[in-house]
């Protein structure tokens, strides 16, 4: 099977504010977080790449299926080690890359994203104030390749800035996740106990 889009989850570190419990085992609605992500994003790439940040990690992840399985080369480099070591491993000319504590991910958005791209290197979602969601967007394999050849930035704002991004509203998102849940972001207890009062509208 010809592979065109990877997918790349960012299992990254512990839930420092939830005892240090790893967010993608976190349960919703009787699922973990990470088994919620690998049925959305098995419906719209062709490859799912797990990101972990070092070889202990790994043992999590003895029963969930996914093409391939990679480690941080360089310790604490946060997310940016992630997204390199993902980039070399895909095989799709883009990659969808995601934050394991967002459970409630859209097919449809994350299809939009990708037909969105065009020429573009990067198209991430943005909101009115100017935040950005780089690690719910998606990226040109190549120009990933890239950034991280020529940069020694660890900044994920560094790697849009530095590449041709186009943002998108997400107010023109509301069209495939009207209450855009797929932005939800559980970092804490608290907060996931709020998300389990949530119900999914899209």
């Given at each position: ?86 980039a070399l491993a895909a095989q799709g000319e883009h990659i969808f890359i995601v934050a394991c504590d ?35 967007a998606v990226y040109r394999r190549e120009a990933l390749l890239r950034y991280f050849t020529e940069s ?51």
């Open positions: 099977m010809e592979i065109k889009r990877s997918a790349l989850i960012l299992l990254g570190g512990m839930a420092t504010r939830a005892g240090n419990r790893p967010k993608y085992l976190f349960e919703y609605n009787g699922e973990t977080f990470l088994s919620r992500q690998i049925q959305v994003l098995r419906q719209v790439t062709d490859e799912i790449i797990l990101s972990c940040r070092d070889i202990e990690q790994t043992q999590d992840l003895l029963d969930y299926p996914a093409h391939k399985i990679v480690t941080d080369v360089r310790r604490a480099a946060g997310p940016s080690e992630g997204i390199r070591t993902g967002m459970p409630l991910i859209s097919p449809g958005v994350i299809e939009f994203l990708f037909a969105s791209m065009g020429s573009a290197e990067v198209i991430i979602p943005g909101w009115e104030d100017g935040y950005l969601e780089p690690l719910h020694t930035s660890l900044k994920l704002r560094s790697i849009t800035e530095s590449l041709d991004t186009i943002i998108i509203p997400v107010q023109n998102i509301r069209s495939f996740d009207q209450a855009l849940l797929s932005f939800t972001n559980i970092n804490d207890l608290e907060t996931l106990t709020k998300l389990k009062e949530i119900k999914k509208l899209n």
